[in-house]
């Protein structure tokens, strides 16, 4: 099956950047999409932002429009979040997923930390 790694987290001020990155191996050839998600103390996993593997189609949740830039390569099968004018609601645990076509996401990564300091 899919295997996500994810990396590039860290400790960063606010108004400041940090980019994401999650490599996938195993059958990747099944991958119809990847996206981000984020989980903060205490409370659910939320959507951050996903993209479509072969056509790049991407969304982006209301609360990182115009912020956070999500890509992908798909030469070296790794996603990316660009995460720019980081705000202290912004901390929490940053997920990489994956999913089939016509199915929610299954294949999950360990997670990295993001952490915005006022």
Do not use: H
């Not at 609360?63 to 980081?86: C, E």
């Not at 929490?92 to 929610?104: I, S, W």
Request: glycine content about 10%.
């Amino acid at each position: 099956q899919v295997q996500l790694v994810e990396s590039g987290g860290g400790l960063v001020q606010a108004g400041g950047s940090l980019r994401l990155s999650c490599a996938a191996s195993g059958p990747t050839s099944s991958i119809y999409r990847m996206g981000w998600f984020r989980q903060a103390p205490g409370k659910e996993r939320r959507f951050v932002a996903d993209i479509t593997w072969i056509i790049s189609m991407t969304s982006y949740a209301d609360s990182v429009k115009g912020r956070f830039t999500i890509s992908r390569d798909n030469a070296k099968n790794t996603l990316y979040l660009q995460m720019n004018s980081l705000k202290p609601e912004d901390t929490a645990v940053y997920y990489c997923g994956a999913a089939r076509r016509n199915r929610d996401y299954e294949y999950w990564g360990q997670g990295t930390q993001v952490t915005v300091s006022s």
